[in-house]
């Protein structure tokens, strides 16, 4: 493995791990509902179905921007419009998603096979230019894409997955 793969393996993990933390406690059938504020109120929070179906959907990109087959890992098409990137988030007690159990093992088997392509990615590979001219302006190279993916872009919505736990009364999630 190279130096760069190794980096951003090593974040890549953590991020996987911390995500499978979240579902401590989560019953699927509540997984697509907001939860409910002072008086009442619907909270308008993304819920961990949209969270995990919305990541699901990225990890193929990988397999994508190195010239990889990824329909192996690719996410159902129906599964893009529900959740792409600007989607809303539904409260419909999950009637327009898949199944909590369908959406969290799709998410790790994805992201599972993402973080072995990457370890065995050469160094040369990772730093050669996002080949995306309008991507190239947040990341410029293979590896930072990539370190978003599999890093940044998983932990800014487990955060929200964090809140809408501590929303519905469970308590934080172990580390």
Same mark, same amino acid.
């Given at each position: 493995?190279?130096?760069?793969?190794?980096?951003? @393996?090593?974040?890549?993990?953590?991020?996987?791990?911390?995500?499978?933390?979240?579902?401590q406690g989560?019953? &699927?059938?509540?997984?697509?509902?907001? *939860?409910?504020? *002072? %008086?009442?109120?619907?909270?308008?929070?993304?819920?961990? +179905?949209? $969270?995990?179906?919305?990541?699901?959907?990225?990890?193929?990109?990988?397999?994508?921007?190195?010239?990889?087959?990824?329909?192996?890992?690719?996410? &159902?098409?129906?599964?893009?419009?529900?959740?792409?990137? %600007? +989607? *809303?988030?539904?409260?419909?007690?999950?009637?327009?998603?898949?199944?909590? @159990?369908?959406?969290?093992?799709?998410?790790?088997?994805?992201?599972?096979?993402a973080i072995?392509?990457?370890?065995?990615?050469?160094?040369?590979?990772?730093?050669?230019?996002?080949?995306?001219?309008?991507?190239?302006?947040?990341?410029?190279?293979?590896?930072?894409?990539f370190n978003?993916?599999?890093? %940044?872009? $998983?932990?800014?919505?487990?955060?929200?997955?964090?809140?809408?736990?501590?929303?519905?009364?469970? &308590?934080? +999630?172990? @580390?």
């Open positions: 493995m190279g130096e760069f793969a190794t980096i951003l @393996t090593t974040g890549a993990k953590r991020a996987r791990m911390y995500s499978e933390l979240m579902l989560i019953e &699927p059938a509540a997984a697509a509902k907001k *939860p409910l504020g *002072p %008086g009442g109120k619907l909270i308008d929070t993304n819920t961990p +179905a949209f $969270v995990f179906g919305h990541l699901a959907l990225y990890p193929a990109r990988i397999f994508t921007l190195l010239g990889k087959d990824a329909s192996h890992i690719a996410a &159902p098409e129906a599964w893009h419009e529900l959740f792409k990137a %600007g +989607a *809303p988030c539904l409260d419909d007690g999950g009637a327009s998603y898949p199944s909590f @159990t369908t959406l969290t093992a799709h998410f790790f088997r994805a992201t599972d096979a072995d392509l990457l370890s065995s990615t050469p160094d040369v590979h990772l730093l050669a230019m996002h080949p995306d001219e309008k991507a190239r302006a947040n990341w410029p190279n293979i590896g930072s894409a978003f993916l599999l890093s %940044g872009h $998983v932990m800014v919505h487990m955060g929200q997955v964090s809140a809408w736990r501590r929303c519905v009364g469970l &308590p934080s +999630a172990a @580390t």
